[in-house]
């Protein structure tokens, strides 16, 4: 069964830094582009970060400089590596494999940027 599982969310101070990973089962992870999408409350679900399978990123110009993506093949897994991290970063991450005739959603991360 295909399946994403984010992990590595949690509580962080302004300026702190953390990284999301999203572990992906079966062969969603080989024939996908790789995204990571955030929800704040009240607010519609963004898109923060793109991976195709060549390794091509896109970042959404609010997290841009501050954000990388990266995939790790051998692993199946997707991580978003969070620096500078401000309190409007607060949201609920989510993790998304998709092409052209499908599309799978993980359960989601929080991440809460507060001093």
């Known amino acids: 069964q295909e399946q994403l599982v984010e992990s590595g969310g949690g509580l962080v101070q302004p300026g702190g830094s953390l990284t999301l990973s999203c572990a992906a089962s079966g062969s969603i992870f080989s024939r996908n582009v790789m995204a990571w999408y955030r929800q704040a409350p009240g607010e519609q679900r963004e898109l923060v970060a793109t991976?195709?399978?060549?390794?091509?990123?896109s970042y959404s110009d609010s997290v841009k400089g501050r954000c990388t993506i990266s995939r790790d093949n051998a692993k199946n897994t997707v991580l978003l590596q969070m620096n500078n991290l401000k309190s409007e970063d607060t949201a609920v991450y989510y993790c998304r494999a998709f092409n052209t005739l499908s599309s799978f959603w993980g359960q989601g991360t929080q991440v809460t940027v507060s001093s």
């Open positions: 991976m195709t399978t060549s390794g091509i990123t």
